[in-house]
């Protein structure tokens, strides 16, 4: 077994041989109709499972596509791993099929974890952590993370750290110590992603001296309502800028609608700017974009705040600049997320745009990414709308496509709200209906990158995208559309070699510990070249922190298992082999 460093230069020569060698051969579709991916390799979860990095050659790819194009990936990690960790794995996708058990994870969680009775919350924790905790989590701090990040880096992927701090969104009002307890944790929670940022920058720099290529391969997110200590301000906002959106557009988007100019005079309004029409916008009417009559409008004293978040993610903005680092901004629930999307576009007008004179770095351009969810209604008009503002405005939108992951919330609190009178609820009717917004999403961004990398060349594309997805149809899609486009080719090993232009401003991305035969067949089928092409969504944060992130990743997981080379396949693939190791199959 190998436990040093594989050059660049000689991996594919090293994949080719070692594939040729392999005992387990790849035979099994990843899906039913996907030409690319037949993929039955895992990743292994976490470093410390393998030795604290010592078995490098896990994470060295030992796969090479046939002439068809199709990616044969043997499994050689799985294999490899140890048998407490398959255990693991098993019973947390195994604890993600019982519905009673993953919706009232959160409710759960948090009475355990604060019970009064000696020993629970340290029994409790002990659990947690010792399954979600390692199987979604990358670690602690940053520093935890980067062994995870190495690992994944010598294997052509790259990682996309979240400090996983959710709101709770239950908790009862603040009092006055309690505010000020909040505004301590707000500023703690900025001071972390300015740390992570900071430290992000540094490990591309180092990975760059350690293993040549080009920069590219680390972002991080960030949840702006994490980053207040009020985030209901954010919700206040949300309903006096859908309302503002209405009476200067009659708000064409579906609800929760698309950001406007008009946002700019809310979420980053001068001091000495009066704010008083803002107070008294009346809401006795309800709003056709879904907010209801008597809904609260921003109040006295929410405009400090709103001015707050802005000057911190201007701090943040600048900061991702100088470490070179891009930020992806998460979606959040409709309720917040009108506000959310006013700041990414003012984000994206200032950071994204190509100054004279300036050369275009894919590493760094587009620098900001806001999150287009495929399952709200919305998501046509809101894409189209924001491209146009992005060519009306001069700059580069960054576009991270998701399918998304609130339908079941969404759906309920637009019911018991009373909000059906307006309507249909802002989620898709069904599955297939997010699937085509998904895929036509995905056709017309290539199509557009390929249209600006052809005619403008040596200027910065008007489009750069991140498309997050489990689904092996749709990497099949985004790889297929890029050789359509004339963006790819395919070398004499079948590998996909792209265009000057497109690494940097084309990736793929999955969740920590979930779907890493998918992550690494897509990192095989690329050459292995420049800034990867796949990423891992790499939470970090201690266990108290992230609790409410592992609660709502155990809901979402539960729609997963049902689905075709979802978790229910990863399940079935550990099953398997611990079945194999225990000498039962």
């Known amino acids: 077994m190998l436990r040093t460093p594989i050059s660049r230069v000689g991996r594919h020569h090293l994949n080719s041989q070692l594939a040729t060698l392999s005992r387990v051969p790849a035979t099994r579709s990843f899906h039913r109709q996907s030409p690319l991916f037949t993929s039955q390799t895992t990743l292994s979860k976490r470093v410390e499972a393998v030795g604290g990095g010592d078995h490098a050659s ?94 994944l880096r010598k294997e ?18 603040a009092g006055m110590s309690e505010k000020a307890r909040l505004e301590a944790e707000g500023e703690a929670k900025v001071a972390e992603t300015l740390r992570c940022l900071e430290r992000a920058g540094q490990f591309e720099r180092e990975m760059q001296e350690k293993y040549g290529g080009e920069a590219g391969g680390t972002y991080i997110a960030i949840k702006i309502t994490g980053l207040t200590s009020d985030p209901t301000v954010l919700h206040r906002a949300s309903n006096t800028l859908t309302r503002l959106r209405e009476k200067d557009n ?23 700017k009066d704010a008083t029409s803002l107070y008294k916008l009346p809401t006795d009417a309800a709003c056709r974009g879904g907010i209801l009559s008597g809904e609260e409008n921003l109040r006295e004293g929410d405009m400090d705040l709103l001015r707050g978040i802005w000057q911190i993610l201007l701090k943040i903005g600048k900061t991702a600049k100088e470490s070179g680092i891009k930020i992806a901004v998460d979606a959040e629930h409709s309720w917040y997320q009108p506000a959310i999307d006013g700041y990414t576009m003012l984000m994206s007008q200032e950071f994204n745009k190509i100054q004279p004179g300036e050369v275009a770095n894919p590493a760094t351009s587009p620098l900001i990414y806001g999150t287009y969810q495929a399952y709200l209604r919305r998501s046509d008009g809101h894409l189209a709308a924001s491209l146009q503002h992005a060519r009306e405005n001069n700059y580069t939108l960054g576009v991270k496509l998701v399918r998304g992951a609130y339908a079941d919330q969404e759906r309920k609190k637009w019911e018991t709200d009373g909000r059906a009178k307006f309507g249909t609820d802002p989620i898709q009717p069904n599955k297939t209906a997010t699937d085509v917004a998904y895929d036509g999403a995905t056709k017309s961004l ?54 000057p232009g497109v690494r940097g401003r084309v990736c793929t991305g999955q969740l920590f510990g979930m779907s890493d035969n998918l992550t690494e067949a897509v990192a095989a089928k690329f050459e292995v070249k420049g800034a990867p092409m796949v990423l891992k969504y790499l939470p970090y944060g201690s266990l108290k922190e992230v609790l409410p992130y592992l609660g709502r990743r155990a809901i979402e997981n539960k729609s997963m298992l049902d689905g075709e080379g979802g978790a229910s396949f990863e399940r079935k693939r550990v099953m398997g082999e611990i079945r194999r190791r225990l000498g039962l199959a």
């Open 250 to 272: 009659g708000n064409p988007v579906h609800f929760p609608g698309s950001p406007t100019n008009v946002d700019f005079d809310v979420l980053s309004r001068p001091v000495d």
């Open 58 to 151: 896990d994470f060295v790819s030992t796969s090479t596509p046939p002439a068809s194009g199709k990616v044969a990936v043997t499994e050689t990690a799985l294999s490899r791993t140890p048998i407490m960790q398959l255990l693991r794995t098993y019973l947390v996708y195994t604890i993600c099929s019982y519905p009673s058990i993953v919706d009232n994870s959160p409710a759960l969680l948090s009475a355990l974890t604060k019970s009064k009775i000696p020993g629970v919350a340290a029994i409790t924790e002990f659990i947690v952590r010792r399954t979600f905790f390692s199987q979604f989590v990358g670690g602690e701090t940053t520093g935890e993370c980067t062994t995870v990040m190495e690992q």
């Open 156 to 173: 052509g992927i790259g990682s996309m750290l979240v400090y996983s701090v959710e709101v709770d969104e239950d908790a009862a009002p």
């Open 446 to 499: 290539i199509a557009q990158l390929a249209k600006d990398l052809k005619s403008k060349p040596t200027e910065s594309p008007s489009v750069g995208m991140f498309f997050g997805t489990h689904n092996g149809e749709s990497c099949d899609l985004i790889a297929d559309s890029l050789v359509e486009n004339d963006l790819a080719e395919r070398n004499a090993d079948g590998r996909l070699v792209t265009k």
